[in-house]
């Protein structure tokens, strides 16, 4: 297996004496495309909140490139190649949609760049290249108007085109196609396959089981804020702890 | 032109200012309540510095408004601890805190207050005005305007996304009291004296006021919010004036401009909570730009 961009080992986190991540690894090659699933309150968001940075674990070590990145601070994982995008959508309301891809640009600008006017150059090369990333992606660019009126599966795909205008290396996702429509579903999964050809590796959280397949090689299974299933996704669907985690036998107990 | 016009510009012209200080801070979701102790900081610190120092007024608002620059920096850092309405509560007591200085000291003048010897005239404040203006339309055009207005939206995000928002605080209480402290410094100035009561709390709130209902979305907000509440009530002058009420009646209706200023400031948070210029607003008053390649 190809060298892993990202690692994890041993994380654990308990919120308030609840344990919601237990022991957690997970190793990701370079240019994967990795989808990570399990029931409700697995603990899925709560482990790309640890990748992120929007939390620090309780225990455990989070490697990007062979290197511990664990303690560097959210706004510093972005400049190093992990951008994100939210299970409920976070865009700025009050910004339009270039001015929020635009933000996904910040962690990329130089000490200059952050003081150039870009906002009074309708012609910036930040404006154009946003509005590029939104093209590709089948958006209007809608230059001025401000995201909050537009519909949930725009704001969800805008998110997206935010994410990736920091140009990362790791692009995780949290449930991409909740609330998107067959047709959307697959245009996504074209994007994306666009995106790991270009060589962003992909962590994607998903309840939407053919998406996963069409989509990612290899899956991780969590349950009870464990790993209960780590390989090709293919051998998912037979895999007992599997059936069991979403057939529910071990709810309630410390089960699979 | 009259002298009313210009006492009227002036006034407009400093409040602007002001009013550009508490939006630099409000922009990025912090609301300031404690503009009247910027303000005199930069009006004493102006006064001071032309009375003992015998600096000539060029340096001296310069020296004052980098000392509200460096109040708004050291006080940032408890100040940025509290969130929300404690927030407005720090900045307020902060405010407290510099009219209670001001007032027990002999130096300061205490209640009685201090006279300048130097004076300056539209000639001086109307172009810095301009400056602040200009000045505020550019920070908000650049990628820190634009972090600014991510941090007020939504702060973790802004973070994800690589903004330093504490830097980003921290130096919007700096710039937001160094302008504060400026529009102190050319009030001293021009009117000629500085007196405490005139930095009360009611000033904090009126400022604050001028922002929000202006809109903090856009640079456009203070500049129309200041112009609109320095012009109302001469607006509900000369039209008593114009009327040909009588005496009484126009000093009554002068009376009754807090009232009437209640009147409209309710009815803004009703009508436009967001304030009077929203980037809706200006969308649909712009022509269109340029649109991209329409869906699919
Ligand atoms: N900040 C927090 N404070 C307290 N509990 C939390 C916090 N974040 C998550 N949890 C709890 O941790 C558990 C795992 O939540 P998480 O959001 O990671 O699950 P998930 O796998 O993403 O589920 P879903 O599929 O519903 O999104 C849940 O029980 C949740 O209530
Ligand atoms: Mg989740």
Known sequence: MAEPVLALGGICKSFGGVEVLRDVALSVPRGARHALIGPNGAGK????????????????????????????????RIRLGIARSFQ?????????????????????????????????????????????????????????????????????????????????????????????????????????????????????????????????????????????????????????AVLEAYLGHGRGGDAA | MSGYLTGVLALLAINVIFAYGIFITAAAGQLNLGGAGFQAIGAYGCALLGLEAGLPPGPAIALAALLGGAVGFLISFPVLRTRGVYMVLATFAFAEVVAGVILNSERLGGSMGL?????????????????????????????????????????????????????????????????????????????????????????????????????TQTAWGPLVGAAFFTLLPEGLRSLAAALGVEPELGRAIEESRFLIFGVIIVAMMILRPQGIVTRDLLERMLPRRRRGAGHG
């Open chain 1, 88 to 240: 409920n959508i976070r865009l700025m309301p009050h910004l339009s949609v270039v001015e929020n891809v635009m933000l996904g640009q910040h962690a990329r600008a130089s000490l200059a760049g952050l003081f150039a006017p870009v906002g009074l150059m309708p012609r910036s090369r930040a404006r154009e290249e946003a509005m590029a990333v939104l093209e590709a992606f089948g958006l209007d660019p809608h230059p001025g108007q401000v995201v909050s009126n537009l519909p949930y599966g725009v704001r969800k795909k805008i998110e997206i085109v935010r994410a990736l205008a920091a140009r990362p290396r790791v692009l995780m996702l949290d449930e991409p196609a909740a609330g998107l429509n067959t047709a959307e579903t697959a245009a996504l999964r074209d994007f994306l396959m666009g995106v790991s050809e270009a060589g962003v590796t992909l962590i994607v959280v998903e309840h939407d089981m053919p998406f996963v397949h069409s989509l990612c090689g290899h899956v991780t299974v969590m349950n009870f804020g464990r790993v209960i299933y780590d390989g090709p996704a293919a051998g998912v669907r037979e895999d007992p």
């Open chain 2, 115 to 215: 006279i300048l010897q130097d004076y300056v005239d539209i000639g001086i404040i109307l172009p810095v005005a301009g400056g602040v203006v200009l000045f505020a339309f550019y920070l908000m055009s650049t990628r820190v305007g634009l972090a600014m207005r991510a941090i007020h939206d939504d702060e973790a995000v802004a973070e994800l996304m690589g903004v330093h928002t504490r830097a980003v605080q921290v130096g919007c209480f700096a710039l937001g009291g160094a302008l504060a402290a400026l529009s102190g410094a050319l009030y001293a100035l021009y009117y000629g004296f500085v007196e405490a009561q005139v930095f009360g709390p009611l000033l904090s709130i009126f400022v604050l006021l001028y922002v929000l209902i202006g809109g």
């Open chain 1, 45 to 76: 968001t709560t482990l790309f909140n640890v990748i992120s940075g929007v939390i620090a674990p309780d225990a455990g070590r989070v490697m990007l490139d062979g290197r511990d990145i664990t303690a560097v601070p959210a706004r510093r």
